[in-house]
């Protein structure tokens, strides 16, 4: 198990063979036995495979190449309403459109989708999640014709690889674990924690091709830049008040 | 690999046994293989095994016992206080003290959890997530000393299983997989999909215990009433906004 787990690379380039269904039953059995809260099961997962709504999720997930080419594609969403559905004809009265219960949702579909990720790789599959499912959340919920109480929080394609990139790298355990406190980075923790990264072959590349001096700027000035977090912070927000889930009193 | 999740159950009563540091490593490396945003690793892990943490821990996890008997704690958080960090001391000007950075920390850290999870069932160790990290994510701030910018996300227990208890129940597929398009739940689908959990035993118990007429009325009356639902909401909110998260504009 843990060797699938350290083999695992994102893959954006599939073959154009079908999932047969009955590995796609295979995956999501084993994808939903995953924890969730009081066996609540507080997702739904919404499974594409129709050409006409794939290219709406494609334009939705700014065009990303390995949307469309992708067999399948599985949008993971935060939901309330079936629960809810289930309280109101049970003769009780509902209590989850509010921020804690979309979060406690959120952990659950987000749980379920990492089972079910490793589950497609255990059986061959590649995976890649497109960080995108948030930023047009809006769109999504257009597409998936999703009801109040149900929010898309995570989305991966998924299908044969028909590439074999290499591992990426990673940040070395003590910079991410810490023991029974929180011990803050200074200057020369960040230079050890981050050293293998900013000396990749690739870094430099990077480097060069962005013009910049340090790779740090490239994440915060072209990747990933405060404006745009800003922005989709706010629509974010909105999709989820939208959606019902913002009565917190 | 598959077979590792349909036997999944949370354990709850752990042995003496402590778990060997290079067992950790192991589950930590295969673990923190998961995917991330950007590569970012936006999370930190914190773990607990010291008497006097794990005792705080315990009465901010409402003095599960659980907490106490396990040989370790672990606690997952979003963080971009370590990447903030980097891109101060790398000439860049960091912008994820936003609501879109918290979710997409959050997104990291859940996605790592899980696998972590999955490594420790492969190594013959049982888990036990813990739904009062969100509850009182404020405490656990306090006793790991957590700096701006990170929030804890979801809390494990994890030791040898001193108990060997039975699956619990899912949902039917049908229930929570929708094909191309959200189809929304009339009254018929919501008995059909809940009829195995309503019909077990350990249902009429509860019902009997409790004096309801649904098991519904349990969940929506008992165990996560609306009350609770709104006062843990603000409060999760109040939290995410002091640790930096809500500099959306």
Redesign the interface.
């Known amino acids: 198990?843990?060797n699938?787990?350290?083999s695992?690379k994102?893959i954006r380039a599939f073959k154009n063979d079908d999932i047969p269904d009955e590995l796609l039953?295979?995956?999501?059995?084993?994808?939903?036995?995953?924890?969730t809260?009081?066996?609540?099961?507080a997702?739904?997962?919404?499974?594409?495979?129709?050409k006409e709504?794939k290219n709406k999720l494609w334009q939705a997930h700014f065009k990303q190449s390995m949307v469309l080419e992708a067999p399948l594609h599985l949008t993971f969403c935060a939901?309330f309403?079936?629960?809810s559905?289930?309280?109101k004809?049970?003769?009780?009265?509902?209590?989850?459109d509010?921020?804690?219960?979309f979060?406690?949702a959120?952990?659950d579909a987000?749980?379920v989708?990492?089972?079910i990720?490793?589950?497609a790789e255990?059986?061959g599959l590649g995976?890649?999640?497109l960080?995108t499912a948030?930023?047009n959340a809006h769109l999504l919920i257009e597409i998936?014709?999703?009801?109040k109480l149900?929010v898309p929080?995570?989305s991966i394609v998924l299908g044969y690889p028909a590439e074999n990139p290499g591992l990426?790298?990673?940040?070395p355990?003590e910079?991410?674990?810490?023991?029974?406190?929180?011990k803050?980075?200074v200057?020369a923790d960040?230079?050890r924690?981050?050293a293998e990264k900013e000396n990749l072959e690739q870094t430099r590349e990077l480097l060069k091709i962005n013009q910049k001096?340090?790779?740090?700027?490239i994440?915060?000035?072209k990747?990933?830049?405060?404006?745009d977090?800003?922005f989709?912070?706010?629509r974010?927000?909105k999709t989820i008040a939208d959606q019902g889930f913002m009565?917190?009193?």
């Open positions: 198990m843990i699938i787990m350290l695992h994102s039953q295979k995956i999501l059995l084993g994808g939903t036995r995953a924890s809260t009081g066996n609540i099961q997702y739904s997962i919404i499974v594409t495979s129709e709504q939901d309403n079936r629960f559905e289930w309280c004809v049970r003769k009780a009265e509902p209590g989850y509010n921020f804690l219960s979060f406690t959120a952990i987000l749980l989708s990492q089972n990720v490793l589950a255990a059986e995976i890649c999640y960080g948030t930023y998936l014709e999703l009801p149900v929080v995570a990426t790298d990673r940040l355990l910079g991410v674990v810490h023991t029974e406190k929180y803050n980075y200057s960040i230079d924690i981050y001096e340090t790779l740090a700027q994440f915060a000035e990747r990933y830049p405060k404006n977090n800003q989709f912070s706010l974010y927000l009565h917190n009193e």
